[in-house]
Nanobody, 120 residues
Framework: QVQLVESGGGLVQPGGSLRLSCAASGTIFSIDAMGWYRQSPGKQRDLVARITGGSTKYADSVKGRFTISRDNAQNTVYLQMNSLEPEDTAVYYC???????????????WGQGTLVTVSS
């Protein structure tokens, strides 16, 4: 059983910062990609940032403000969020493409979500 556990959400004022963490646990052979998505009420779940190997991808709305990083030894991905805006308010979901073995196969896994609220 593979699981993603997120932490770090909460309430922050506009202009503030938060750091989200997501740790993968279970019988993992390797992890191809890890990323963060977000969903606001009444809207679809959209990509925020994704990291695959040494490559990163960001939504246009967060470029220059958010930074995604990964600790491969700990199977953990981070999202550093700076200069937060009320429009960043959403539930943030961790996502990973995990490689399992016996048999060798890929599995896409989602975390339970963590709420980020940007408000004064």
């Amino acid at each position: 059983q593979v699981q993603l556990v997120e932490s770090g959400g909460g309430l922050v004022q506009p202009g503030g910062s938060l750091r989200l963490s997501c740790a993968a646990s279970g019988t993992i052979f390797s992890i191809d990609a890890m990323g963060w998505y977000r969903q606001s009420p009444g809207k679809q779940r959209d990509l925020v940032a994704r990291i695959t190997g040494g490559s990163t991808k960001y939504a246009d709305s967060v470029k220059g403000r958010f930074t995604i990083s990964r600790d491969n030894a700990q199977n953990t991905v981070y999202l550093q969020m700076n200069s937060l805006e009320p429009e960043d308010t959403a539930v943030y979901y961790c996502n990973a493409v995990i490689v399992l073995r016996n048999p060798l196969r890929s599995l896409e896994v989602w975390g339970q979500g963590t709420l980020v609220t940007v408000s004064s």
